[in-house]
């Protein structure tokens, strides 16, 4: 069984890989990449807190974020939409996966 830390390091490897495509991505809009770029300084906080349950309810919240930018950019391409959308999944996938407090 996977443990909710461990998650955390598989979630933070899917949000860096989407970091690196909007990065690299000419299409994407400033504000997407700081968007992504933020939900990834969260993943990176993440990993290293205590109190995985409130990391991840805080690391949704910055996915969430992610997402709404995502969608909004009209110049993005739909590889690097997916890879954010997939970040985002993950993220959604690992709290619903969280034992009851």
Do not use: Y
Not at 51 to 69: C, H, M, N, P, Y
Request: hydrophobic content about 45%; aromatic content about 0%.
């Amino acid at each position: 069984m996977t443990t909710t830390a461990e998650r955390l390091h598989e979630i933070r490897a899917t949000i860096d890989a989407a970091l690196g495509a909007v990065q690299a991505d000419r299409g994407a809009s400033p504000v997407l990449v700081a968007v992504v770029g933020e939900f990834a300084n969260k993943a990176a906080k993440a990993v290293s807190q205590d109190d995985e349950r409130t990391s991840v309810i805080e690391l949704e919240q910055a996915g969430d974020s992610a997402k709404a930018a995502a969608e909004a950019d009209a110049g993005l391409s739909d590889a690097t939409r997916k890879a954010v959308l997939d970040a985002h999944l993950a993220i959604c996938i690992a709290k619903s996966k969280l034992p009851p407090p």
